[in-house]
């Protein structure tokens, strides 16, 4: 497959490449370019999705991979990117010092900014999400879109043995809260920001990477995952057979992109619309999840949710 995309992005199939795993896509990790492939048709969807965002970033002061191009071969879906200087947030973490490790998030928090002042479609959503969103399957569960919250609740009650209490519950605690959103500004939001979608090179961000779930929503929609992320660690490792970080050594984080961007941290009712985003998370996994055991889960964060605690209570900033 390798060659065959190199091909046909008019790249000479010559240099060392080195495969790489991940959740959907193969990867293969050339001097200077990236090659992504997948058998799965949702994934070129994705890449094309990647490609119009990468329009968007185009002479902003993101740091960001450039996309060279994309396509659907014999062999599936592809993508080429260009290769960023520097290894993921997610493998430089363990050995960096306290140092290097804050002023990696000091320089996230600058890209995070950047990102978030790029001019962006009011429409713009991933397709697989306004799929989902329409009724379709759901091959990942976020990032939020809050105004949908309502419906995953009633997506949720058309599930066999589901809570009808907790739901009606939650459906009133919804709409008590949807007022905190009323006249948000959106802005471009990465959607899934955790340490594997993070390049870095000597303590400094090169590069977001994988806008596969890219969107406009309210700035603070990218707390969501980020701080899932320092809380649960474990369930962001970079491929499903990996480890994730532990949770002790990104207990720092938030403060610290507090103090880079404190702005992301200055809206008002913020826990409070940190908790929708959540439950529009869990309630989507609750409603959708092919396995029970997942979808038990949730259920019971949710109630927790209703109760007033999340995975934020042992994080501050």
């Known amino acids: ?8 992005a008019g790249l000479p199939a010559t240099g060392r490449f080195v495969p790489k795993a991940g959740w959907v896509s193969r990867a293969w990790i050339g ?3 990236v090659v ?45 990117t260009e290769r960023l200087p520097g290894r993921s947030l997610h493998e430089v973490w363990p050995a960096a010092d306290r140092r290097t490790r804050r002023t990696i998030i000091e320089s996230l928090g600058t890209a995070l900014r950047a990102l978030h002042r790029v001019p962006v479609p009011a429409e713009l959503l991933p397709p697989w999400l306004s799929g989902a969103l329409a009724g379709g399957e759901w091959p990942a569960y976020h990032p939020p879109v809050v105004s949908r919250t309502l419906q995953r609740v009633e997506a949720a009650r058309r599930r066999p043995g589901h809570d009808p209490r907790l739901l009606a519950d939650v459906a009133a ?26 390049i870095v090179d000597g303590g400094r961000v090169t590069g977001l990477v994988d806008f596969a779930e890219a969107l406009a929503q309210p700035a603070d929609a990218e707390l969501d995952t980020l701080l899932r992320w320092c809380a649960r660690p474990a ?37 409070e619309r940190l908790d929708v985003y959540d439950m529009h998370m869990e309630l989507a996994i609750h409603a959708h999840h092919p396995h029970e055991d997942v979808r ?22």
């Open 1 to 8: 497959m390798l060659k065959k995309t190199l091909a046909a």
């Open 31 to 33: 001097e200077d370019v």
């Open 36 to 80: 992504r492939g997948s058998s799965d048709g949702q994934v070129l969807d994705a890449y094309r999705h990647e490609a119009a965002v990468a329009d968007l970033l185009a002479g902003s002061a993101v740091p960001h991979a450039r996309h060279i191009a994309h396509g659907d071969g014999p062999d599936g879906p592809w993508c080429v």
């Open 173 to 198: 605690w919804v709409q008590e809260r949807l007022v905190l959103f009323e006249g948000d500004a959106l802005v471009l939001v990465h959607g899934d920001l955790h340490g594997s979608n993070v």
């Open 235 to 271: 369930e962001f490792p970079p491929t499903p057979e990996a480890r994730g970080l532990d949770a002790p050594a990104l207990a720092e984080v938030p403060r610290w992109l507090h103090d880079a961007y404190p702005e992301l941290f200055e809206r008002e009712h913020l826990r």
């Open 296 to 317: 038990a889960t949730a259920r019971g964060r949710i109630a927790r949710l209703l109760r007033g605690h999340s995975h934020r209570d042992g994080l501050s900033w």
